[in-house]
């Protein structure tokens, strides 16, 4: 069964700091894709990215920056540069190819990113 | 503009009140799905669909029921609402595994 995990429940940064969200995976599909949701105070899911299993190109958008290791099934991902508005939950998902499911997230349970001044 | 409709947004019950929650896309997407998500607990799966009259439990079905009549829509209903059904509903549609949309949520209290 798919499964995945977020072993930070929360993280507090100063602003300015670096911060690395960690994220690990359980499939036996070969065939899958990874996402990262941000969930702001507002509450809505915000899509940030998906990956492929077969693309293990590091990908970097602005401040983010995702590292994703099939070697040890991991998907992480860093904000340079923290801010403010970058406080949120934060929630690592997977897909998996069956297509019998193949509307199903599986999340892990979240890491609370907190930025202060 | 392509999105997922969720109504009401907030909603305040008592226990056994029958209620529904809708859902509608405009995407003309065969997936829909219901997620619950609980503090320390992530989003779980309630219930999805694959298409029109097919639908099929996820991983928390109990206490809910679906219905998919048509393409668009994809209700979610609470028989008998009890306090441990107290949570954060979103609702999800996709054409394929690549991609899910997600509706804004409902915020569901029972006392």
């Known amino acids: 069964?798919?499964?995945?995990?977020?072993?930070?429940?929360?993280?507090?940064?100063?602003?300015?700091?670096?911060?690395?969200?960690?994220?690990?995976?359980?499939?036996?599909d070969t065939t899958y894709y990874l996402f990262w949701y941000k969930q702001p105070p507002s509450g809505e899911l915000v899509f940030l990215i998906r990956r492929n299993s077969f693309d293990e190109q590091n990908e970097i958008s602005g401040r983010y920056s995702w590292n994703f290791q099939k070697s040890t099934s991991s998907f992480n991902f860093t904000i340079t540069a923290s801010q403010v508005v970058d406080s949120a939950v934060y929630f690592c998902a997977l897909s998996e190819a069956d297509t019998g499911t193949a509307s199903k997230l599986t999340f892990g349970t979240g890491t609370r990113l907190q930025v202060t001044l | 503009e392509a999105q997922v409709t969720q109504n009401p947004r907030y909603l305040i019950t008592v226990?056994?009140?029958?209620?529904?929650?809708?859902?509608?896309?405009?995407?003309?997407?065969?997936?829909?799905?219901?997620?619950?998500?609980?503090?320390?607990?992530?989003?779980?799966?309630?219930?999805?669909?694959?298409?029109?009259?097919?639908?099929?439990?996820?991983?928390?079905?109990?206490?809910?029921?679906?219905?998919?009549?048509?393409?668009?829509?994809?209700?979610?209903?609470?028989?008998?609402?009890?306090?441990?059904?107290?949570?954060?509903?979103?609702?999800?549609?996709?054409?394929?595994?690549?991609?899910?949309?997600?509706?804004?949520?409902?915020?569901?209290?029972?006392?």
């Open chain 1, 1 to 28: 069964a798919q499964k995945v995990t977020q072993a930070q429940t929360e993280i507090s940064v100063v602003e300015k700091e670096d911060v690395t969200l960690d994220c690990v995976y359980e499939t036996r």
């Open chain 2, 15 to 111: 226990t056994g009140k029958k209620l529904t929650v809708t859902c509608s896309q405009n995407m003309n997407h065969e997936y829909m799905s219901w997620y619950r998500q609980d503090p320390g607990l992530g989003l779980r799966q309630i219930y999805y669909s694959m298409n029109v009259e097919v639908t099929d439990k996820g991983d928390v079905p109990e206490g809910y029921k679906v219905s998919r009549k048509e393409k668009r829509n994809f209700p979610l209903i609470l028989e008998s609402p009890s306090p441990n059904q107290t949570s954060l509903y979103f609702c999800a549609s996709s054409q394929d595994r690549r991609e899910q949309y997600f509706g804004p949520g409902t915020r569901l209290t029972v006392t």
